[in-house]
């Protein structure tokens, strides 16, 4: 297993374990090493979550959607943090654009 995957394994098994500070610092020295790193940005934004940092999360997950524009995933927890801000109409946009994200996918798979 490579030094990264070691890294992201480590970081995965605290964020999974609940130990949410560690999994921020361990996504926050891959990404000093990889800035673009989407599997470290996507994941330390669920560890923001998890802690109610609600501007440090929608500020991943905007650098998440930027790199992989296609994950409904990623503008729901964007949505929920929006929300916890109290920027609703930005929230529901958010929700709006991952439900449509799944629609498509609905029917890209309805057509295979």
């Given at each position: 297993?490579?030094?990264?995957?070691?890294?992201?394994?480590?970081?995965?098994?605290?964020?999974?374990?609940?130990?949410?500070?560690?999994?921020?610092?361990?996504?926050?020295?891959?990404?000093?090493?990889?800035?673009?790193?989407?599997?470290?940005?996507?994941?330390?934004?669920?560890?923001?979550?998890?802690?109610?940092?609600?501007?440090?999360?929608?500020?991943?997950?905007?650098?998440?959607?930027?790199?992989?524009?296609?994950?409904?995933?990623?503008?729901?927890?964007?949505?929920?943090?929006?929300?916890?801000?109290?920027?609703?109409?930005?929230?529901l946009s958010s929700?709006?654009?991952?439900?449509?994200?799944i629609h498509v996918?609905?029917?890209?798979?309805?057509?295979?």
């Amino acid at each position: 297993m490579s030094e990264g995957a070691t890294a992201l394994a480590r970081a995965a098994a605290a964020l999974g374990e609940g130990r949410l500070a560690e999994a921020d610092q361990l996504y926050g020295a891959i990404l000093e090493a990889e800035p673009n790193n989407a599997e470290a940005i996507f994941n330390r934004g669920a560890a923001m979550l998890g802690l109610g940092r609600w501007h440090q999360a929608v500020a991943l997950y905007d650098r998440f959607i930027a790199i992989v524009p296609g994950l409904a995933d990623a503008s729901f927890n964007r949505a929920f943090a929006l929300t916890q801000l109290g920027r609703v109409k930005e929230a529901l946009s958010s929700h709006a654009a991952a439900v449509a994200l799944i629609h498509v996918q609905d029917v890209a798979a309805a057509n295979r």
